[in-house]
Each structure stands twice: as structure tokens, then as C-alpha cells.
């Protein structure tokens, strides 16, 4: 596609449910990103990967969050028993370049907004 | 406290007027420097990037980074209601675990026509 898509785009859950966030970044696009914004917050990152392998998860909040890009393509970011407190929109960015962020080349999607009842 | 601060605003001004937008940081390692704009429902997108410190100009836009005040600015010159956005600003450091960005909170920026 011609932007970055993720799916869905909203997503509500109960409490304790395990929920999976999908990302299709930018065709040929080596670098996915992972970060979460609150509403009025600027995104904080979260993970990110250099073709399938994850380069950094110090963003992560626990272990309750992976994420996995097993073809270097498409990336899953998965919350196993959910809490209100991860309530928030999740968005992913791609980058055609490893130094990625540096150059402040990434292009976000829309998001995921997740809702934990 | 936070490693970048930004005023969320919000900020009214008419169209024409010229806007600063301003972000300070506390982490001396930052080396670049970005500016985001995200319209409401949208992703952020990129505005201007700059490296370490100086000017850049874009048409209307210019970024301005002051490393030795860990100070940064955008100036927007003859504001369009099309501007009203929030404005992020985002940097991040040279290597290593330092490549993701690190933002601001944002400016919610309304023009009025």
C-alpha cells in the first residue's frame, strides 16, 4: 500500500483479554517502530526492528508486551492480560532507512486505539 | 522530569500572524532535531529536520536548534488556517540504543481565518 496500515483501527477489550495489533509498514521499508501516545502526550516509543530482528524493546512496559516482525515485513505488538492502564493509541512507523529515526525519515499510520474495559 | 518539554498550548492566533513553537531538553547526548505535525486523527508526519545546532529554512518553516540552551524552535511565518495542527517536536541521539525518537507532548495550534 501506498502508507503505513494498521488494523484495526480500534479495538475494545475487557480486562484481562489478550489483544494483537497489526502492522503493515511501507513496502521495502527495512525499520518498523512501535510507540504508544496518550491522548495529548507525543508518542513514546515502545520497540522497534532492523528487518525481522528486534533491535531495542527497552520501551516496553513489562512483559505483558512483545512484539515480533518474523518475515521482516508485517509486525505483530501483542498485550497478553490486559489492563485499563494500557488504554491508549498505539501507532507503528517505517523507515526505508536503518538510521531511521535519526533522520527523522518515519512515516507513522493511523493507529490502533485500544480500549480496556 | 521529563527528558523533552514542550507547552501543549493551547495556541490561537489570526492568519498571517507568525508563530514559535519551542521545546527544551535536558539530555545533551540529542544530536538530531525534528519537528512533526499531526493533524487531529492522523499520524505525526515529518516538518523539518535539522542536525545539531543552526537554522534551516523550508518556505514558511523554520527550525532552529541551540544545542549549548538545549533549545529548540519552529517558526511558522504567514500562518494558514491549513497550519492548525499540533506540532511535535521529537529528537533523538547519534548511535546505538539512542535511535528512537524522543517527542514532546505537542502544541495544539489553531489559525483563524
Known amino acids: 500500500g501506498a502508507g503505513v496500515s494498521q488494523s484495526p483501527r480500534y479495538k475494545v477489550t475487557k480486562r484481562g483479554q489478550d489483544v494483537a495489533l497489526r502492522c503493515d509498514p511501507i513496502?521495502?521499508?527495512?525499520?518498523l517502530y512501535w510507540y504508544r501516545q496518550a491522548l495529548g502526550q507525543g508518542p513514546e516509543f515502545l520497540t522497534y526492528f532492523n528487518y525481522e530482528a528486534q533491535q531495542d524493546k527497552s520501551g516496553l512496559p513489562n512483559d505483558r508486551f512483545s512484539a515480533e516482525r518474523p518475515e521482516g515485513s508485517i509486525s505483530t505488538l501483542t498485550i497478553q492480560r490486559t489492563e485499563q492502564r494500557d488504554s491508549a493509541m498505539y501507532r507503528c512507523?517505517?523507515?526505508?532507512?536503518?538510521?531511521?529515526?535519526?533522520?527523522?525519515?518515519?512515516?507513522f499510520g493511523e493507529g490502533s486505539r485500544l480500549t480496556v474495559l | 522530569q521529563k527528558e523533552v518539554e514542550q507547552d501543549p498550548g493551547p495556541l490561537s492566533v489570526p492568519e498571517g500572524a507568525i508563530v514559535s513553537l519551542n521545546c527544551t531538553y535536558s539530555n545533551s547526548a540529542f544530536q538530531y532535531f525534528m519537528w512533526y505535525r499531526q493533524y487531529s486523527r492522523k499520524g505525526p508526519e515529518l516538518l523539518m529536520y535539522t542536525y545539531s545546532s543552526g537554522n534551516k529554512e523550508d518556505g514558511r518553516f523554520t527550525a532552529q536548534v541551540d544545542k549549548s540552551s538545549k533549545y529548540i524552535s519552529l517558526f511558522i511565518r504567514d500562518s494558514q488556517p491549513s497550519d492548525s495542527a499540533t506540532y511535535l517536536c521529537a529528537m533523538s541521539g547519534a548511535s546505538g540504543s539512542a535511535r528512537q525518537l524522543t517527542f514532546g507532548s505537542g502544541t495544539q495550534l489553531t489559525v483563524l481565518p
Open positions: 512507523a517505517s523507515s526505508s532507512s536503518l538510521a531511521g529515526a535519526n533522520t527523522g525519515e518515519l512515516f
Open positions: 513496502s521495502g521499508h527495512v525499520s
